[in-house]
């Protein structure tokens, strides 16, 4: 896609004590792009995802997003974390507030909206992922594909410019799966830019543009999801998909 770089990581290298977690990544997202990211346990999908938003200091190589480099700390860094959205396995909402509360919470604190205008906002994108009529209830109400749609209401509720999403649907009932790529499949037809590790292939081969495969810390393969599923060039990930297809 010969898209603005939303997201741009060069020679990216980066160590748990001796452990080289992600080893000399180059990657770009362009802005609308979903970017499926799969790969054995352990590769460093986690670590790549938390680097994106800084929540991981790297060692060497650079992080640049919408075209300036990762702060560091502070005001713009709250900032950054604003713009790119995270949504993690486990769904992270707060117990003992309502689902409304929980999309408004961070609009008002971070965003500075009013509670009003912040309430009318959740609203709007608890309808968009299809649970505004359990606006005024408690997590421990919901199922955990419902639970997790919320999640992702509330990241969208921050306006950001890109999401990411780590393994969105694995702590999920296979039966809640399909509501929660149903919403990502829509915000991909929407041009949100993603970055989603999953080990959903009908996902990635619907709404990929591209699929990153990593081993080791690497990226083995970059490519079209067809191309990618269709004739992996690597033995790493001829072997991974003969495990997972
Ligand atoms: P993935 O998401 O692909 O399963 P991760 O990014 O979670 O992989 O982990 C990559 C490697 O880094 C693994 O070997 C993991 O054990 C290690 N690792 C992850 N987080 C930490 C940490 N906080 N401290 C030490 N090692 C870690
Ligand atoms: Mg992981």
Request: with cysteine; net charge neutral; aromatic share 6%.
């Amino acid at each position: 896609m010969a898209v603005d770089p939303l997201i741009e990581l060069r020679d990216v290298n980066k160590y748990y004590g001796e452990l080289h977690v992600l080893r000399d990544i180059n990657l770009t997202v362009g802005t609308g792009e979903v970017v499926v990211v799969i790969g054995p346990s352990g590769s460093g999908k986690s670590t790549l995802c938390r680097t994106i938003n800084r929540l991981e200091d790297i060692h060497s190589g650079t992080v640049a997003f919408d075209g300036r480099p990762l702060p560091a700390e502070g005001r713009a860094l709250a900032r950054l974390r604003a713009e790119v959205g995270m949504v993690f396995q486990s769904f992270n909402l707060f117990a003992h507030r309502t689902v409304l509360q929980n999309v408004s919470l961070a609009q008002v604190k971070v965003r500075r909206r009013g509670r009003g205008e912040a309430d009318r906002r959740s609203r709007e994108l608890l309808d968009r992922v299809g649970l505004l009529a359990h606006a005024d209830k408690y997590p421990v109400q919901l199922s955990g594909g419902q639970q997790q749609r919320v999640a992702i209401a509330r990241a969208l509720a921050m306006e950001p410019k890109a999401l990411l999403f780590d393994e969105p649907t694995s702590a999920l009932d296979p039966e809640m799966i399909n509501e929660v790529l149903e919403v990502m499949r829509q915000l991909a037809r929407d041009g949100m830019t993603m970055v989603v590790v999953t080990h959903e292939m009908g996902f990635a081969r619907a709404s990929a543009h591209r699929v990153v495969f990593m081993a080791d810390g690497g990226i083995v393969e970059d490519r079209a999801p067809e191309e990618f599923f269709t004739s992996p060039r690597s033995e790493r990930a001829k072997d991974f998909l003969s495990k997972i297809l």
